[in-house]
């Protein structure tokens, strides 16, 4: 047994993947479409982000910082949909598979802080300081998110799994 193998305690941890799992997930097209959207989410979210301190720092560019987030969010929906269906079709269900399960738990809550920033925006229920606010605490959970992704890559790259790619792709 590999050090990589190894977990706390010296307690062995079970693979990523099985291996049919492991086929199942080079077959399905959806993990292409994870690999591309990932990484484009990321740099939306970079964008965003500087354009969101940026008017929180200036006051300057509030309609492209607000429109920004919801680039953001709308490119948060569609991999959160795809990456559903990736887990379905390796892992037989839709969202928490035991593999994934607290990547999953974490990815509710960017959903949910991003949605309550579109609801907020589309019902005026907040000022423009407060959005670019909460646009910020969803952007926190969805790095946080994002780190489980990379680490959990990063554990079926030292299992000889292979790339680990889920709905947040490393950059839920």
């Known amino acids: 047994m ?3 193998d190894l977990g706390r305690g010296n307690r062995p ?5 099985t291996a ?3 086929r199942r997930r ?3 097209p959806w993990t292409l479409v994870q690999g591309i ?3 484009l989410q990321f740099a939306i979210f970079l964008i965003s982000l500087a354009l969101v301190l940026r008017t929180l720092a200036t006051g300057e560019g509030a309609g492209a910082a607000l429109a920004s987030v919801v680039v953001k969010t709308l490119a948060l929906y569609a991999i959160m949909v795809t990456g559903s269906i990736w887990e379905k079709d390796v892992f037989g269900r839709y969202l928490f598979a035991p ?3 607290w990547e999953d738990v974490v990815s509710m809550l960017v959903l949910a802080l991003h949605t309550a920033y579109l609801a907020a925006l589309w019902t005026g229920a907040m000022a423009e300081r407060a959005l670019l606010l909460l646009a910020l605490a969803a952007y926190a959970t969805y790095v946080v998110n994002a780190g ?3 680490l959990k890559l990063r554990a079926a790259r030292l299992q000889g799994a292979g790339p680990a790619l ?3 792709g490393a950059l839920s």
Not at 13 to 17: C, D, E, I, N, S
Request: hydrophobic share 40%; proline share 12%.
């Open 148 to 150: 489980q992704f990379v």
């Open 166 to 168: 889920h709905p947040a």
């Open 20 to 22: 049919e799992e492991r």
């Open 99 to 101: 593999a994934f399960y």
């Open 13 to 17: 941890v079970a693979p990523l993947y």
């Open 26 to 28: 080079d077959a399905s």
């Open 37 to 39: 959207l990932a990484p």
């Open 2 to 4: 590999g050090r990589q």
